[in-house]
């Protein structure tokens, strides 16, 4: 089964009654198939993702918790630029350090974009956050812009999970440009959830 839902306690509910395999397809706590396939992305346009640097800008929010899974699982250094006030949860910090992983977070953009290989972000708003308006003022300054693209590595990419809004936490500059593969990470959703099910189904 897949359930794609708003709170994470019933797809951890649903998993605790199921005889068979729980699939994340997205909780308000993280998206775990989405960075699948951005991981994959990654690696099919600039190959081995360990040891590479990824930026992400703006709301530590569902997306960012699974890229610091990911970081853990793949071995990567995540950075994560975000306002004071929408912060990575603690526990998930302890737990990226007691395994080892790294993740940094800082609250200026071009600190975390400095080199980087990647550059992502997401929404202001995610489902059910009802903040909106203060969301917006808080991640004004986060926008993922010509300027912080060009902090990054020469040939770095922009990710986005998508549907976007260009003009707020992405320029139509950026999402429409040459750095960015937002399409191919959609493509692979596909091709990383078939993978998934493979491996729940044991075959590979
Ligand atoms: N953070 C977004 C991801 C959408 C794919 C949301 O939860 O709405």
Redesign the pocket.
């Known amino acids: 089964m897949m359930l794609r839902t708003g709170s994470h306690s019933s797809i951890t509910e649903l998993a605790g009654h199921a005889g068979v395999p729980v699939i994340n397809g997205?909780?308000?706590y993280s998206?775990p198939c989405?960075v699948m396939a951005d991981v994959m992305t990654f690696e099919e346009l600039r190959g081995p993702i360990e040891g590479r640097t990824i930026a992400w800008i703006g709301?530590a929010?569902?997306?960012a918790t699974s890229w610091a899974h990911a970081a853990v699982r793949f071995g990567f250094c995540l950075r994560i630029a975000c306002p004071k006030q929408l912060a990575p949860d603690p526990v998930l910090l302890t737990w990226v350090k007691r395994e080892g992983g790294r993740v940094e977070v800082t609250h200026t953009p071009g600190e975390a974009a400095d080199g980087a290989d990647v550059l992502v972000t997401?929404?202001w708003?995610?489902?059910?956050?009802e903040d909106g308006d203060k969301r917006r003022k808080l991640l004004a300054p986060y926008q993922v812009n010509e300027k912080l693209m060009g902090a990054a590595a020469k040939d770095a990419i922009f990710m986005h999970?998508?549907?976007a809004h260009r003009g707020d936490e992405v320029s139509a500059g950026v999402i429409d440009g040459p750095q960015s593969v937002v399409f191919d990470e959609a493509e692979n959703r596909l091709h990383a959830q078939k993978a998934i099910l493979a491996w729940c189904f044991g075959l590979s």
């Open positions: 997205l909780t308000d998206h989405q709301d929010n569902n997306v997401d929404v708003v995610s489902m059910g956050d999970c998508l549907p």
